[in-house]
């Protein structure tokens, strides 16, 4: 009975190490801009062109829907860039991917938990855009977004369709 109960405390420790690297240990990313801010900052400098004029500026962090997901746009040597976050049930991010170099409104389409999302973000730069429209040519989707007034912008609509979200959008403006 006892070598039983020593093999299954065994099993449990070892599966709840295996969950806590797994998970835990993984978003380890606080939620808040300034979190992402510094993570931003610390993955800048291990890039091979780092000029040590450049840091993360401007963080804004927008949740797609109820998703897990969300998108961080941050100005960088004055461009626009952004990077994608996933939400894990603790609060807390995983960095899943890094965009620098953007252009000034960008499209990207995101899978997440509950569906596939079309985002498209930037900075004006100052030019006069008020609506900017987006079509997937290969889906046939399109939809149009409000921007007027606002500086920098971050508009997400959910996709219908499995594969919409692989898909490029062409932007009109």
Do not use: C
Not at 40 to 47: F, M, T, V, Y
Not at 107 to 125: A, R, S
Not at 132 to 145: E, L, N, R, W, Y
């Amino acid at each position: 009975m006892i070598k039983v109960l020593k093999k299954l405390s065994i099993v449990l420790i070892s599966a709840g190490a295996v969950f806590y690297m797994g998970t835990v240990a993984k978003y380890n990313i606080g939620n808040s801009e300034e979190d992402v801010q510094k993570v931003l900052s610390d993955k800048w400098k291990e890039k091979e062109h780092y000029h040590s004029s450049g840091t993360p500026e401007q963080v804004k962090i927008t949740k797609l829907g109820d998703s897990n997901k969300s998108i961080a746009t941050f100005m960088l040597n004055g461009n626009m860039d952004y990077a994608l976050l996933e939400e894990g049930w603790t609060g807390s991010y995983h960095l899943e991917k890094l965009e620098l170099g953007t252009e000034f409104i960008a499209y990207k389409g995101i899978e997440t938990n509950e569906g596939y999302y079309g985002v498209v973000f930037g900075k004006l730069f100052g030019r006069d855009i008020d609506e900017i429209h987006a079509h997937i040519k290969k889906t046939g989707h399109q939809f149009s977004m409000d921007i007027s007034g606002n500086e920098s912008f971050v508009r997400y609509e959910k996709l219908p369709g499995r594969k919409a979200y692989r898909y490029r959008a062409h932007l009109t403006y």
